[in-house]
DNA sequence: GATCCATTTCTATAATTCCAAAAACATGGA
DNA sequence: TCCATGTTTTTGGAATTATAGAAATGGATC
């Protein structure tokens, strides 16, 4: 991942109608929502719905599939996991025995 | 966490310089960098930096600590884990079987 | 062609970004 | 103590960019 495409997907959930919108993609799974549904279940007007939802999708961590006069929008968690590596590369100049903290949900789950 | 202080830390990182400043401060691990160090390595005017740290230790991203005329900064860690559970919160309606790849981490790195 | 869903245009308002200059603050000698 | 020096923050103001939603447009379905 680049620094531009990073800013941009930051930027595209820096926002609180589109973080709402990507969260809730995020618990509906791959089905996704159509955007009628994201608009009543937000209360956000069509237009500026629109207009959110093509930053999200511009920004890579949203995708979009034209499902007859529907469009669907779902979260792509590949996207979500570059953005996430790219934020912790080189986490504590690469030294595990400093760095816990950097993956401790390795560190919860690991069945004993 | 809530939204706004989601919003505010994901704006924190949505700016060039910011995101530039916050994964030097990742590499550098709890130790983190004095402001000068930060300045030259990045080459930002000092005003500049200012604001950008201002901006990042707002957010709640990034410690802040005097060390009597230099400024230190490091990346807060649990910060980061709080805003990324956040973003992953319920995924795919917490149904594990579907969602894979929700913590590939654990996937990839559990000894066989 | 009427209806429904979604997107694009458009306009006004608001927030962000940059950095030079000045101010604040700590330190270590005259 | 007072001053010179080094580090960082605040101030101020211009340019850029983001936001909301009404109105108009574009497609799909029946």
């Known amino acids: 991942m680049d620094p531009i495409s990073a800013v941009r997907a930051l930027a595209a959930l820096a926002q609180e109608s589109r973080?709402?919108?990507y969260r809730?993609?995020?618990q509906a799974g791959p089905a996704g929502l159509v955007a009628g549904?994201?608009?009543?279940a937000l209360g956000i007007p069509a237009a500026t719905l629109s207009f959110h939802l093509?930053?999200?999708?511009h920004s890579g961590l949203v995708s979009h599939r034209q499902?007859?006069?529907?469009?669907?929008y779902s979260a792509d968690f590949t996207a979500m996991?570059?953005?996430?590596?790219y934020l912790s590369a080189n986490c504590c100049g690469a030294d595990r025995s400093v760095c816990?903290?950097?993956?401790?949900?390795?560190?919860?789950?690991?069945?004993?």
Chains 1, 2 share one sequence.
């Open 19 to 21: 973080l709402a919108i």
């Open 24 to 26: 809730l993609l995020v």
């Open 37 to 40: 549904q994201l608009g009543e």
């Open 54 to 57: 093509k930053t999200l999708a």
């Open 67 to 72: 499902e007859g006069r529907y469009a669907r």
């Open 81 to 85: 996991h570059a953005l996430i590596d």
């Open 100 to 112: 816990l903290p950097c993956e401790p949900s390795i560190v919860k789950e690991i069945p004993a």
